[in-house]
């Protein structure tokens, strides 16, 4: 059975930060190329960061500079660290896994993240 479980949301004021997970199972981890996406209140889902396969991490430009993706494939799990956290960060962070050949993909549940004073 294909799971994908996050944590680590939670409310944050401007300019802190946290660390989301996503724990991984039921697929090989290592051949997925793994995502967090966000998703505000009445706007669509949109990218945050995406880690291939291969290792190499891309970021949307609105998280470039305070955003790390991570992952480590021993322990079948990604990371999302966010610094200097924005109001406009504010969203559900959800977890997605991607295999091209052939084609997989599965969703977390998402988690909560509230930046506010």
């Known amino acids: 059975q294909v799971q994908l479980v996050e944590s680590g949301g939670g409310l944050v004021q401007p300019g802190g930060s946290l660390r989301l997970s996503c724990a991984a199972s039921?697929?090989?981890?290592?051949?997925?190329?793994m995502s967090w996406y966000r998703q505000a209140p009445g706007k669509e889902r949109e990218l945050v960061a995406i880690?291939?396969?291969?290792?190499?991490?891309t970021y949307a430009d609105s998280v470039k500079g305070r955003f790390t993706m991570s992952r480590d494939n021993a322990k079948n799990t990604v990371y999302l660290q966010m610094n200097s956290l924005k109001p406009e960060d504010t969203a559900v962070y959800y977890c997605?896994?991607?295999?091209?050949?052939?084609?997989?993909?599965?969703w977390g549940q998402g988690t909560q993240v509230t930046v506010s004073s």
């Open positions: 997605y896994a991607r295999r091209v050949v052939p084609t997989r993909m599965y």
């Open positions: 039921g697929f090989t981890f290592n051949m997925y190329h």
């Open positions: 880690t291939a396969a291969s290792g190499s991490t």
